[in-house]
């Protein structure tokens, strides 16, 4: 599917909330973040909006960083980091995927979605629209000490 391993470049802190709140998260639903870094996303979904949440990381130094934040933050009955490549893991049982990934990897990561993803799922991604998908709402955000404004894009399957 693919090679391109997509770099790693955090959500701004103050850009989550918004993005799970896009996607009205509720408690106890199953967030997937694919490529979750340094687990920023997972730890917001767990710990601010109750969902369970998976986070799939490639990277074992990002694994290990968001593993250890986890535990210290006695979130571990929550969360789930699978140290895989995000196209092996499957995605059915996911009610909201809140990602930062670019548009090739969303483009590529697509026939997956239709896939596997259930009607009413939702996904939001900063910054990035998957290709010729129609979006159910943009929102338009200011990160903290960026000079532009950025989008987040929602999605519903
Ligand atoms: C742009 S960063 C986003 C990090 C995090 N989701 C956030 O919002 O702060 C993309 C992440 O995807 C990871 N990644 C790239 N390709 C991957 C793959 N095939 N499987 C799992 N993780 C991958 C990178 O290591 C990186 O941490």
Same mark, same amino acid.
């Given at each position: *599917? !693919?090679?391109?391993?997509?770099?790693?470049?955090?959500?701004?802190?103050?850009?989550?909330?918004?993005?799970?709140?896009?996607?009205?998260? *509720?408690?106890?639903?199953?967030?997937?973040?694919?490529?979750?870094?340094?687990?920023? !996303?997972?730890?917001? =979904? =767990?710990?601010?909006?109750?969902?369970?949440?998976?986070?799939?990381?490639?990277?074992?130094?990002?694994?290990?960083?968001?593993?250890?934040?986890?535990?210290?933050?006695?979130?571990?009955?929550?969360?789930?980091?699978?140290?895989?490549?995000?196209?092996?893991?499957?995605?059915?049982?996911?009610?909201?995927? =809140?990602?930062?990934?670019?548009?090739?990897?969303?483009?590529?990561?697509?026939?997956?979605? *239709?896939?596997?993803?259930?009607?009413?799922?939702?996904?939001?991604?900063?910054?990035?629209?998957?290709?010729?998908?129609?979006?159910?709402?943009?929102?338009?955000?200011?990160?903290?000490?960026?000079?532009?404004?950025?989008?987040?894009?929602?999605?519903? *399957?």
């Amino acid at each position: *599917m !693919m090679n391109y391993t997509e770099p790693y470049i955090s959500t701004p802190e103050d850009i989550i909330p918004k993005m799970l709140t896009l996607a009205s998260v *509720m408690p106890n639903e199953m967030v997937f973040d694919l490529g979750s870094g340094d687990g920023r !996303m997972v730890i917001t =979904a =767990a710990k601010d909006f109750h969902a369970r949440v998976v986070g799939v990381e490639i990277r074992r130094r990002l694994v290990r960083e968001c593993r250890r934040k986890v535990r210290m933050m006695g979130l571990s009955h929550q969360i789930t980091i699978s140290c895989r490549n995000f196209k092996k893991v499957s995605l059915r049982k996911a009610d909201v995927l =809140a990602m930062y990934l670019s548009s090739y990897t969303l483009n590529l990561l697509a026939p997956k979605f *239709m896939k596997e993803l259930r009607p009413g799922v939702r996904i939001v991604n900063f910054d990035y629209q998957i290709p010729d998908w129609t979006t159910a709402r943009e929102i338009e955000v200011m990160p903290a000490g960026w000079e532009k404004p950025h989008s987040i894009f929602l999605y519903v *399957m």
